[in-house]
DNA sequence: TGGCCGATATGCT
DNA sequence: GCATATCGGCCAA
């Protein structure tokens, strides 16, 4: 069993924190599976630092803590704060399920794995996250490992944002069947 | 205080 | 591929 990520992982400059982050497994409970997609988010103008910037102020003060937000008033996503020395989060869009399947098919109402949790909105139900999360760090409510072999990451522009919409911050791990859209 | 809009998901055509 | 549910946060007024 290898030795879980600790909050420093997350210090770094958030576009490696978040390509770093693909091919990682998140665990929460008995669930989780490995992260095949993240996005990265700094002060740019599509930011919630920026767009948000009352809610989401600690990306600008904190790292390695989970920033949960609402969005179209019916779905919640995660977040992991980043850069110790400027605003940053990285957000989980999709994971490959490898962990107790069946309870999060179970929590997403669904059967195919594909489709557990291949979407921000899917992952924070797939793995039974909660918004009274946000503010808690992330290594302590969450178990990170770190990715054992090598893996094919494809970077692409960042998904359903209209601002600064061009900045290739979306990070996947090429060919999986288990990342968004 | 009102109106606009969004880092989405789903179901229907 | 497209419409739409649904509501909190933000800012102009």
């Known amino acids: 069993m290898p030795r879980p990520l600790t909050a420093d992982f997350f210090a770094r400059d958030t576009l490696v924190v978040a390509r770093d982050l693909v091919g990682a497994t998140i665990l ?13 988010y700094k002060g740019d103008a599509a930011s919630h630092f920026v767009t948000r910037r009352h809610k989401a102020a600690m990306m600008g003060t904190t790292y390695g803590r989970l920033y949960v937000y609402s969005i179209y008033g019916m779905h919640h996503c995660v977040n992991v704060t980043s850069d110790r020395s400027g605003p940053g989060a990285v957000l989980l869009r999709a994971i490959e399920p490898t962990h107790g399947v069946d309870e999060m098919l179970r929590r997403r109402g669904v059967t195919d794995p594909r489709n557990a949790a291949s979407g921000p909105g899917k992952l924070f139900v797939a793995l039974g996250l909660d918004p009274s999360m946000t503010g808690r760090a992330a290594c302590e409510v969450l178990t990170f490992l770190p990715r054992k072999g090598s893996v094919r990451v494809d970077t692409s522009p960042r998904i359903g944002i209209t601002k600064d919409a061009h900045l290739p911050w979306r990070f996947t791990v090429r060919g999986s069947p288990f990342v968004s859209r």
Do not use: R
């Open 28 to 40: 929460h409970g008995g669930t989780g599976g490995v992260i095949v997609e993240t996005e990265a």
